[in-house]
């Protein structure tokens, strides 16, 4: 029988996080090059629909593990119900998205597994029959392509714009679906949960945003980040910044985004006065189209856009503004 590899969903509170579609596709990318059998299993109380949803995509097999301990989530319920089950249903490889929530579990599994996990992955190779995980070392300025040893099961999570969640093939016809009831003593959960942690009251998770106006230092002023905010209010979408702007607090530290702050991949990205160091980059390089104004035209910025605006922002982006309402209506 051929390995087997198992994607692990994220949901919380019966919602279905949308990075796990970023980890579907790197579960196909991968059983594609291996030939190994793809399935995907979602862990919970009472979430058959979101196994239904997983199940529209190319897989072989869906699970829907589910006890009632599983609600709400918690670190030791949720590590004990994945033992269980791939005691029960072995995989070579077990793929996940790289959050909080996957972080904060995922160590005590693979310990209590005996195994090992390696988190905060960029992408993969498949050479000479051994797969190797990429990760990003010292901010970005280095790649390390790292191995398994051991039979496994071996863990890895996926950083979040990675792969592409428009790329989750949907398959021909629904996948089987197997619901697992798992034993999760009352005593085993050692914590109680509170209601979840924000930094802040407008404390806003950007990597769920389709459209993201980023300000830098070309802003000038914290006056000017009222601009950018039209700008993302008329497209609808969300205002984020570099580190600088956070760090003369012009902007909540929730709204950063690079290596010190968030990591993004929305369909748009605007960079408006970013010159982009590698800090800033690795948090946004995954964004689906990006579009950069600076005036500098040797920006760095300018490397990765798809498309470049060389340009002085103040004169650019009123007009642009406007012909987002116009085109809107």
């Not at 190994?36 to 997983?54: F, K, N, P, Q, Y």
């Not at 579990?105 to 988190?119: E, N």
């Not at 982009?276 to 040797?298: F, L, R, T, Y």
Request: proline content about 5%.
């Amino acid at each position: 029988m051929a390995d087997s590899i198992l994607v692990v969903v994220e949901q919380r509170e019966g919602k279905l996080n949308r990075v796990s579609w970023e980890t579907v596709a790197a579960g196909q990318a991968i059983a594609a090059d291996t030939g190994w059998v793809l399935e995907g299993a979602v862990v919970g109380s009472g979430v058959s629909t979101i196994a239904a949803e997983v199940a529209a995509k190319k897989l072989a097999k869906v699970y829907d593990v589910e006890s009632a301990m599983l609600e709400p989530y918690t670190p030791d319920a949720f590590g004990l119900a994945l033992k269980e089950f791939l005691g029960k249903h072995p995989a070579k490889l077990v793929l996940m998205p790289h959050t909080y929530q996957v972080r904060d579990f995922v160590p005590k599994l693979a310990t209590a597994l005996g195994t090992t996990a390696i988190s905060d992955v960029i992408g993969y190779k498949h050479e000479a029959g051994k797969l190797l995980f990429t990760r990003q070392m010292f901010q970005g300025k280095f790649v390390a392509d790292v191995s398994f040893a051991g039979s496994g099961p071996c863990f890895v999570t996926f950083q979040n714009g990675s792969f592409r969640a428009d790329k989750a093939e949907a398959g021909a016809s629904a996948a089987p679906l197997e619901t697992v009831n798992v034993e999760v003593p009352e005593g085993a959960v050692r914590n109680r949960p509170q209601e979840v942690f924000k930094e802040a009251k407008q404390a806003v998770d950007l990597t769920q945003a389709d459209i993201i106006v980023s300000v830098g230092r070309g802003i000038k002023e914290q006056k000017n980040i009222e601009l950018a905010k039209q700008l993302a209010d008329a497209l609808g979408g969300e205002l984020a910044a570099s580190r600088p702007i956070c760090d003369n607090g012009w902007l909540p530290m929730d709204r950063q985004i690079g290596s010190s702050g968030q990591t993004v991949a929305p369909k748009l990205y605007l960079a408006l006065g970013i010159s982009g160091a590698i800090q800033h980059i690795v948090g946004m390089k995954g964004a689906k189209s990006i579009v950069a104004i600076n005036k500098d035209s040797e920006a760095p910025i300018f490397e990765i856009a798809d498309y470049a605006v060389v340009g002085n922002l103040f004169d650019i982006v009123p007009p642009l503004i406007e012909e987002v309402k116009k085109a809107k209506g």
